[in-house]
């Protein structure tokens, strides 16, 4: 089993920087798949990047270009750095750490980090 707490979220000028980290407790942390998810109100949560077990990086269109995601294995972290941030970047960001398949898929989630883009 696996708990994620999320930091690094915040008040941003468009055009900045921010990155977000997402630290596990728990065992096993090198054979999760990692991802980034963001959600605004009212609206379903999308995948915004994601860093597998077997190091397969993938990013969603909205962050490609613009976001990068790593993992450090040792120490149980995985960081989201975003830039040339814009205000359809303002969402609720969340770690999810995931493994198996169909049924069988477990997932975890953060609780989430505020991140607002100002204009």
């Known amino acids: 089993q696996l708990q994620l707490v999320e930091s690094g979220g915040g008040l941003v000028q468009a055009g900045g920087t921010l990155t977000l980290s997402c630290t596990a407790s728990?065992?096993?942390?090198?054979?999760?798949?990692m991802d980034w998810y963001r959600q605004v109100s009212g609206n379903q949560r999308e995948l915004v990047a994601s860093f597998s077990s077997s190091d397969r990086v993938e990013y969603a269109n909205c962050a490609k270009g613009r976001f990068t995601i790593s993992r450090d294995d040792a120490k149980n972290k995985v960081q989201l750095q975003m830039t040339a941030l814009n205000s359809s970047d303002t969402a609720v960001y969340y770690c999810?750490?995931?493994?198996?398949?169909?049924?069988?898929?477990?997932?975890?989630w953060g609780q989430g980090t505020q991140v607002t883009v100002s204009t």
């Open positions: 999810n750490a995931n493994r198996g398949f169909g049924r069988a898929r477990v997932d975890y």
């Open positions: 728990g065992s096993e942390f090198r054979l999760y798949d």
